[in-house]
């Protein structure tokens, strides 16, 4: 069957053929709604935002509570910088079997953008670390309009949010199961999830609107870090990481291996600095075999065990380089001159929309982008000629 092709091609980044597959089960049977929406998806993953908005269209038409359907619509739209559409189908995420175990008790009713003036307002994450620090660049717009602003956050990014927003009550997530806890929390007006606040705070993101650095690293840890910098040589202080993605599809579509990085690890002059979570043993030592010398690593810097430590080490270097992952959007958010380096397609990819270099989420980000069927090295020899130039 002409469906179970194109699912099986999806699965495999066949997209182009996906396609065709989904669209002679349409002519058969134009009403399919799992061949409308799987094209829709498949146009997405090409690049063909409008003719995805309108097939996943018609399959809302069709069965307007497909939660799936409305999500990849407002991927879609966000892709083609349309967010005044976007942020309302994006909250079908609930619908969705990936987000609706994430949501937490219903401690207050939901926020709906209603005036905060002498309101409490809970907010609390519920994706990836990444996202939930790309969204709390709305914190500080929400702690002016409210009385009390309460963030419910993973245990990692409790002392940096606690520094970074002083005005601001910081608990560990997990916290709000605790009966005690939500007694000591007082009277909440309202609550929402971190990724259902931009619609309200700033419903039109763009480039000139992003936001400057709004995470702030210790200073002590700084001075630390600081003083292993000075022990390198001579030259740019470069932080790199080269894999993303938690699913394995998007492990597979964000990340490189470090010998894609040959073209960028040989401009001279540069201490590169690993940055890269979960890294083994034997990437680092193909590494130094690549570039001996070059690539710098401190057993003690490890981001999944202490954040805080990782944030001032990002805080001190002169630049990042970095594929579409976590370290991105902290580098980003702590204001540290930052390039993404984003493959096409990729479902993260909504962040960062179809064209252009600048962020609508951190002004010290420039991206760099991987169309479909280029190569890492063909894009990182092509990001090795600004490194090479900055004096």
């Known amino acids: ?47 063909r935002m409008e003719e995805s908005i309108a097939v996943l269209r018609q399959a809302i038409a069709h069965q307007p509570d497909l939660a799936a359907a409305h999500l990849n619509l407002a991927m879609s739209l966000f892709l083609k910088g349309d967010f005044a559409a976007a942020w309302h189908e994006y909250e079908w995420r609930w619908k969705c079997s990936r987000y609706g175990t994430r949501k937490i008790e219903a401690l207050a009713p939901q926020w709906q953008g209603e005036t905060l003036t002498d309101s409490s307002l809970l907010v609390y994450g519920e994706q990836g670390i990444g996202d939930e620090i790309m969204f709390m660049s709305s914190l500080n717009e929400l702690r002016a309009q409210c009385a009390r602003l309460i963030v419910a956050c993973q245990a990692r990014l409790i002392p940096l949010l606690k520094r970074s927003f002083a005005d601001v009550i910081v608990i560990p997530q997990e916290a709000l199961s605790d009966s005690e806890t939500r007694r000591r929390l007082g009277s909440i007006s309202y609550q929402s999830a971190l990724g259902s ?85 034997d990437e680092l030592d193909n590494a130094q075999s690549l570039v001996p010398g070059r690539l710098h690593h401190w057993p003690d810097n490890d981001p999944l065990r202490d954040l805080d430590n990782f944030a001032a080490l990002i805080a001190s270097l002169d630049l990042v380089i970095t594929v579409d992952n976590s370290t991105a959007h902290l580098a980003g958010a702590l204001g540290t001159p930052t390039w993404l380096l984003i493959s096409f397609p990729s479902s993260s990819y909504w962040r960062w929309l179809m064209e252009g270099e600048r962020s609508c989420w951190y002004s010290s980000l420039r991206v760099f982008r991987k169309q479909h069927g280029e190569s890492w090295e063909s894009l990182l020899g092509t990001v090795a000629a600004p490194l090479a130039s900055i004096k």
Not at 10 to 31: G, K, M, N, W
């Open 1 to 47: 069957m002409a469906f179970q092709r194109g699912v099986a091609h999806a699965q495999r980044d066949e997209f182009e053929v996906a396609a065709i597959c989904f669209e002679q089960t349409l002519r058969l049977v134009p009403e399919h709604v799992g061949a409308l929406w799987n094209l829709g998806l498949a146009w997405q993953f090409l690049g």
């Open 197 to 281: 606040t931009l619609q309200f705070i700033r419903p039109l993101p763009s480039p000139d609107t992003a936001p400057d650095a709004f995470l702030i690293a210790s200073d002590d840890v700084l001075q630390l870090w600081s003083m292993r910098l000075q022990g390198l040589p001579p030259g740019l202080n470069v932080g790199i990481s080269w894999r993303g993605g938690s699913e394995p599809a998007e492990i597979k579509r964000r990340s490189t291996s470090l010998a894609q990085w040959a073209p960028l690890l040989n401009v001279p002059h540069i201490n590169f600095i690993n940055l890269q979570y979960g890294v083994r043993a």
